[in-house]
């Protein structure tokens, strides 16, 4: 299977759906209930057990982290340090309390939040540091939260990569200050739309669970009775946030099936590096797939003259890629004439190549990506 050109299309990323997501979106749509109730107090306290502490479910990660920074009461004059190398979702998150995300360096190694870079980068106005776990690694974790603590600053993760990851025998969201999830389409597990914060924080999780229902004050409990509050109190900004039961019921399945779901991506990506751990160009990510579970497989390939053109013939041979991600610092939005340039990320940027990565893959497929990847780089100069 070498050079024929792949009959069907070997997809970046995808949903992986079963008969039993598809019946529990019918008994939702039987019971004719769809917003927010039984299901979703449900797949919140299936949760909550997996973490082992309080989990709050929300309509998408985005609003998951939004949600955690407004929470923290962080706004208009406060900044919040993070790393160009995320998708924009973190900086939207951020910006849209009011605050300022200040974009940081990542770590060539692991293209995860520099801290020494972060450090030059604090100020007065510092409230907050969001490490994103870039494909569901995490890092040096203890090494942020001492950071975080020797600066006074919360501690907001983006995990929305890193569902299931387990560091230092722990799994991500089990501990730490507070931590988002993302449940979409394509995510470790999906709700359709969707995410969770965790924390043990009662503070936090109080103003979350009012800021998903428009800030209604303790209207999460009449919603999982199936009822509404009438007569109530509003007290902060609060938003439409709140998951849905069509949601949750996928989300409930996915969970039941992660097992499963975590054991092939970490399969499938250790045989991506074992195939091109000595391949010409290709540096892999630093990653320990025993305990990462990664939503993606970046990879880095230098001194290539055109990486679209190459994306073109992969795209030929039937394979799909992507670019994760344009770093933040150079979006119109969020670009700052008076900030330094982050080249370190700007590299990292230019040699980014995501492969294709997800359950429905199998063996031959990676094997036929990875084949079809090192042929185009080896007629590369």
Not at 235 to 263: C, D, V
Not at 302 to 320: M, N, V
Not at 331 to 357: D, H, M, N, R, W
């Amino acid at each position: 299977m070498s050079n024929d050109k792949k009959s069907k299309l070997i997809r970046l990323s995808k949903s992986c759906l079963s008969e039993s997501e598809k019946r529990a979106v019918i008994r939702v749509l039987d019971h004719e209930f769809l917003g927010m109730g039984a299901e979703v107090k449900e797949f919140e306290d299936r949760l909550s057990d997996y973490f082992q502490r309080p989990a709050v479910c929300v309509v998408n990660g985005t609003a998951a982290l939004h949600l955690a920074v407004q929470a923290c009461q962080i706004g208009p004059g406060d900044e919040v340090l993070v790393p160009s190398l995320t998708y924009v979702a973190s900086y939207q998150a951020i910006s849209a309390t009011g605050a300022c995300p200040v974009s940081c360096e990542v770590d060539p190694e692991d293209c995860l939040l520099d801290l020494s870079d972060a450090a030059r980068r604090i100020s007065s106005k510092t409230k907050a540091v969001m490490p994103v776990h870039y494909s569901g690694g995490v890092g040096n974790l203890e090494a942020v939260y001492k950071f975080a603590e020797q600066h006074g600053l919360r501690v907001i993760e983006d995990a929305a990569h890193a569902f299931g990851t387990v560091h230092k025998g722990k799994r991500i969201g089990s501990y730490g200050d507070i931590v988002c999830f993302s449940f979409d389409g394509i995510k470790n597990i999906t709700s359709g739309e969707g995410g969770c914060v965790v924390t043990s924080d009662e503070a936090i999780l109080t103003r979350i669970r009012d800021a998903r229902l428009l800030g209604v004050e303790k209207d999460s409990d009449k919603r999982f009775a199936g009822q509404r509050s009438w007569e109530f109190d509003v007290g902060a900004q609060g938003w439409r946030y709140h998951m849905s039961n069509i949601m949750a019921a996928i989300g409930i399945e996915q969970l039941k099936r992660f097992p499963e779901f975590s054991t092939k991506r970490k399969e499938l990506a250790k045989l991506y590096d074992s195939l091109l751990k000595n391949a010409k160009r290709i540096k892999t990510l630093n990653r320990d797939y025993d305990s990462v579970v990664p939503h993606i497989y970046p990879i880095r390939i230098g001194d290539l003259p055109d990486r679209e053109a190459l994306r073109k013939r992969l795209l030929d041979y039937g394979i799909q890629t992507g670019l994760h991600y344009q770093p933040n610092h150079q979006l119109s939005f969020y670009a700052s004439g008076s900030a330094p340039a982050l080249p370190v990320t700007e590299k990292i940027y230019s040699e980014l190549l995501t492969l294709p990565l997800h359950p429905d893959l199998d063996e031959e497929d990676v094997r036929y990506v990875s084949e079809m990847l090192i042929k185009e780089l080896n007629h590369v100069g």
